[in-house]
């Protein structure tokens, strides 16, 4: 990691126009997109593909129009920036991760220069004052905050990976038979009032946001919920167009609550591993939409006992080896998970100090370290 060397002294006020010079990106249909291996980059990161780069990277893009105006996407390789962006066209010798991070921390919402439409006008925020270290400092906190990114970057590859090979080995088993054979509907639930101080809940946009559950004040939550007590897999009622399953694998060590707007199953004889692997085949979840065919999207809503009727590939038709795998692949993804949410925390409190100069970045390593 690159050894820092600047004091505290050399951190001054400049104007962001001295750092970095901004442009709008450009048009780009998607219509005359050609599929390539070059990231459209839009207001909320990148949007697609395209077979042709406007700009070389690394690059640095910030949303400017929409609900996600201010929003910046660090980009390693050549991409082509939208029209609902502005890009650093000259980073004017700063580290273009820094750059990105300065981006990340900065709040430009009061820079606001559109009407009905959220706009971000670059003429606004010329004159932003910035607090900025010299060179190589900003090469140090990008490098430190860097390494954090990266390794959640490995995880979330990894994950996807192992669940991918997991679905597959799934897919494998020769024979057929219902859900139900395989697990039973778990239904007890508790009311507010019986909730510990701090709970695991594992609610439908704590998955969405990264499949681990939400350390929530008991007192905040006001309807009931599902005890959770031993592993099983969570599966979401509504629109099974777009599953939602849930493999709690293990589970924290603190009260754990889901919402009832899953089902909770627990399996039998089988690792809930196996059990997510076998749910989450394709196949499934065709299944279960055409069972709510007719209703509109976001009514959709599977029934218990339909999903338990379901007929799926047996697991317990696969050689003991391969169950063992995915249920050994199940914990790494457990694992992996827990490590990138230690690794986010950390990250977030990081962020700030190192980018104001609150915290030398040599103190920073040893947190980081103690976290890895």
Not at 114 to 134: E, H, S
Not at 143 to 171: F, H, W
Not at 197 to 214: I, N
Request: glycine letters at 8%; a positive charge; proline letters at 6%.
């Amino acid at each position: 990691m690159t050894s820092w060397s600047e004091s505290m002294g050399e951190w001054r006020q400049r104007p962001l126009r001295d750092l970095v010079s901004l442009q709008r990106g450009y048009d780009l249909p998607a219509e005359t997109r050609i599929t390539g291996t070059v990231p459209v980059v839009g207001s909320g990161g990148i949007s697609g593909w395209h077979n042709e780069a406007r700009e070389e990277g690394p690059g640095v893009v910030v949303g400017r129009a929409g609900a996600s105006i201010g929003k910046p996407t660090l980009v390693k390789g050549a991409y082509w920036p939208l029209n609902t962006t502005l890009f650093v066209k000259d980073f004017k010798g700063n580290d273009p991760r820094w750059v990105y991070y300065l981006f990340e921390i900065t709040d430009f919402a009061g820079y606001n220069s559109g009407g009905a439409q959220p706009m971000l006008n670059r003429n606004y925020i010329a004159d932003l004052q910035v607090r900025t270290p010299g060179i190589s400092e900003q090469r140090a906190i990008a490098d430190l905050l860097g390494a954090l990114d990266d390794k959640i970057s490995a995880n979330d590859r990894v994950i996807a990976n192992a669940e991918s090979l997991m679905i597959v080995q799934a897919g494998n088993a020769s024979s057929r038979t219902s859900v139900a054979d395989l697990a039973e509907q778990h239904k007890a639930t508790l009311s507010p009032g019986y909730f510990d101080a701090k709970v695991a809940h594992f609610s439908l946009p704590s998955f969405d946001e990264g499949k681990m559950p939400e350390i929530a004040s008991g007192g905040s939550i006001k309807s009931n919920k599902i005890l959770i007590s031993e592993p099983c897999v969570l599966m979401s009622k509504l629109n099974p167009r777009i599953p939602r399953i849930w493999d709690l694998a293990a589970l924290p060590g603190r009260m754990s609550l889901a919402s009832t707007e899953f089902v909770a199953l627990v399996p039998g004889r089988i690792s809930s591993s196996l059990l997510w692997a076998t749910l989450s085949e394709p196949s499934v979840s065709v299944d279960l939409a055409a069972n709510v065919a007719g209703t509109s999207g976001s009514h959709q809503r599977v029934k218990p006992a339909e999903l338990l009727a379901l007929r799926v590939k047996d697991p317990r038709a696969l050689a003991r080896e391969v169950q063992q795998s995915i249920a050994d692949l199940g914990v790494l993804c457990h694992l992996r998970r827990m490590e990138s949410a230690r690794l986010r925390v950390t990250r977030s409190q990081l962020l700030p100090l190192l980018m104001s100069g609150k915290v030398w970045v040599r103190e920073a390593e040893k947190v980081v370290e103690g976290v890895v």
